[in-house]
């Protein structure tokens, strides 16, 4: 119940939906009283008194019962649909809000597979017991104790003797509850398991192909499902042995109430009449006890939802507003960054960044190089505040990152990554992804400033051409133009450069590069790169390796230091007719 409580606010604001349906559950299952009642006048009253003039009476009674009776079960049915949808609705957005505010160190470790389940399979389970699942099982209840009241007043005694295997029959609903949770626990894993295996193989079947692991893949598919099957027939092991339990104990029942009731009318202490209503009650109380597992399936498969749901809305959110937080006004942002004394790691790492100091006044281009692993990316991530850095400081024109809004910090950066990544949408929106009103005209400048237009005007719809997620049917090299154009239309003060002209060849990356020139124009620019012609120009260079500064300064002071980078240079630029030049005035520097 303690899953029901923490999703109540979800549910509550709907609750005279839920009390409707409940309700009209409840008259339904009252209404089914009035049968026995009708069968005992029937038999003890009209057949044995041989007042047939009753019988029409009756059976138009018995239909006007049923239309009533009929008519609350359509309103239950009618309110729980609608509260179940309408919980899932405001369930399904609140997930979705949630994995939006989620931090970066969420995502480090969160399957899509696994989220996507969570997201569908698990929300159908709550809508269901919501909507229906709750009024049932309390209707089970409902029926035990009307149909009790029913007996006890037709005949205590008989009741008290029908009533001698209860006992172990709700002993053995509830030890049946207690085995099937942590089933139904192990069922939704193996589900989302699954799930995470199909969306992984989706998303990357170009490495699969290219590697030719198909048959690696199926096998690994085959285990997870294999595990899926396993928890499944463990499952309906449960089930079949605690079922015909169940079925057993409440077959008991009858067979109690027939010897012993049948002893009764023999005796003449009870009516024929009042033993076939007895007889119908007891299904009122056999039925809700051989359906209470049914119930508590139902209610088992969406506590393990809720418990699933529950876990993503009150994840922890790492990076947040502070109370005091102010929102940066774009025009008063000038984009001078510092890093003070930071060092930061990873959760359960190493730091990835040691006692690291960088001034970068607004306007000015910072070239970051260093190996595979040094911590580049790392101070990108930690500018836009990604995670939370325990030492040192970081500033934004001076005012320490961690007292503005994540959500106007962000709104000064624009990044551009190795990978891009396109929405399944036009190009258009695509370019035009990080503001809400722009303009074609600002998109085509956008476009044409980072050498995009020509290729887009290429395609058959132009701008209005639909990319597929993975950007499907554009090159890398196309895919990196738009990006940068999505990143162009932003009008940052800072921009981030992370590796993005890596999938263009160099004379494309030469012209992009020019129209960096004017793009970068009163605008802080980290440029993290492997080639050093996309840094040379940079205002200082820091070059990186385990997360601590080891070489920096401009492209020619650098070239003047033995080191990583005048190494990189050398490997790069060694057919080059400027390297003899370099080495020599080197030489003579030395
Ligand atoms: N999300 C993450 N979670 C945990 N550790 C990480 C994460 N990202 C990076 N690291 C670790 O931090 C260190 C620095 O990584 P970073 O990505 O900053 O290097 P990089 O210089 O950008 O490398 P590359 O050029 O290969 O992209 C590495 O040891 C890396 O394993």
């Given at each position: 119940m303690n899953v029901l409580k923490q999703l109540k606010q979800y549910y509550w604001k709907d609750r005279h939906l839920l009390f409707i349906s409940i309700v009209c559950l409840m008259c339904s299952t009252a209404l089914g009283l009035v049968y026995p009642h009708l069968l005992r006048f029937l038999i003890d009253d009209v057949i044995k008194k041989e007042q047939f003039e009753w019988v029409p009476y009756l059976a138009l009674l018995v239909v006007g019962v049923v239309a009533v009776k009929a008519s609350f079960a359509y309103i239950h049915g009618f309110t729980g649909g609608r509260l179940g949808n309408r919980v899932a609705f405001s369930l399904r957005n609140a997930l979705y809000e949630k994995l939006q505010v989620l931090s970066f160190q969420y995502y480090d470790r969160a399957k899509t597979g696994d989220l996507m389940s969570r997201l569908t399979a698990d929300l159908e389970g709550i809508r269901q017991f919501i909507g229906f699942g709750f009024a049932q099982l309390l209707n089970v209840f409902l029926m035990f104790i009307f149909g009790s009241i029913m007996m006890f007043t037709m005949d205590w005694k008989l009741t008290l003797v029908t009533f001698v295997t209860m006992p172990f029959l709700v002993f053995t609903a509830l030890r049946l509850e207690r085995r099937i949770h942590p089933e139904f626990r192990s069922i939704r894993q193996a589900n989302s398991n699954l799930t995470t295996a199909v969306q992984e193989n989706i998303n990357g079947v170009r490495t699969v192909k290219s590697f030719a692991r198909e048959p690696y893949e199926v096998e690994k598919f085959a285990v997870r499902n294999g595990e899926f099957k396993e928890s499944n027939i463990s499952l309906s092991h449960t089930w079949a042995k605690f079922f015909p339990m169940l079925e057993l104990l409440s077959s008991v029942c009858v067979a109690i109430l027939l010897t012993t009731g049948g002893m009764f009318v023999i005796n003449g202490s009870m009516t024929l009449g009042e033993l076939v209503a007895f007889f119908s009650f007891i299904w009122y109380i056999i039925a809700p006890m051989r359906d209470i597992g049914f119930h508590i399936n139902n209610y088992t498969q969406s506590k393990a939802s809720g418990e699933r749901v529950l876990e993503i809305l009150n994840?922890?959110?790492?990076?947040k507003d502070k109370d005091t937080a102010v929102a940066l006004r774009h025009e008063d942002v000038k984009g001078s960054i510092r890093f003070d004394h930071v060092t930061f790691a990873y959760p359960d790492k190493q730091p990835a960044l040691t006692d690291f100091n960088l001034e970068a006044p607004a306007g000015s281009v910072i070239g970051l190089l260093g190996g595979t692993g040094s911590g580049k990316s790392t101070v990108i991530q930690l500018i836009l505040r990604a995670y939370n850095i325990k030492e040192g400081r970081i500033t934004l024109d001076g005012k320490d990152i961690r007292d503005v809004t994540v959500e106007s910090l962000r709104q000064q950066v624009a990044l551009v990554f190795q990978e891009t990544f396109l929405f399944s949408s036009t190009i258009r929106n695509n370019i035009s992804y990080g503001r809400k009103d722009v303009s074609d005209e600002e998109i085509v400048r956008a476009a044409k400033l980072a050498k995009a237009h020509d290729f887009i005007m290429e395609l058959p719809l132009g701008y209005d051409t639909i990319v597929g997620e993975r950007g499907m049917g554009l090159s890398g090299g196309q895919k990196q133009r738009i990006a940068i154009a999505r990143a162009l239309i932003k009008d940052p003060k800072i921009l981030i450069l992370d590796d993005a002209t890596s999938a263009v060849d160099m004379e494309t990356e030469h012209e992009i590069q020019a129209g960096f020139q004017e793009l970068m124009k009163g605008r802080t620019t980290f440029i993290i790169a492997h080639r050093i012609s996309s840094l040379k120009h940079a205002d200082e260079i820091v070059v990186l390796d385990g997360g601590r500064i080891i070489q920096r300064g401009t492209h020619e002071q650098l070239l003047r230091q033995a080191g990583h980078y005048f190494e990189t240079y050398k490997i790069q630029?060694?057919?080059?007719?400027?390297f003899a030049e370099q080495k020599e005035e080197r030489r003579v520097a030395n």
């Open positions: 994840q922890y959110v790492h990076v630029y060694s057919d080059h007719p400027d």
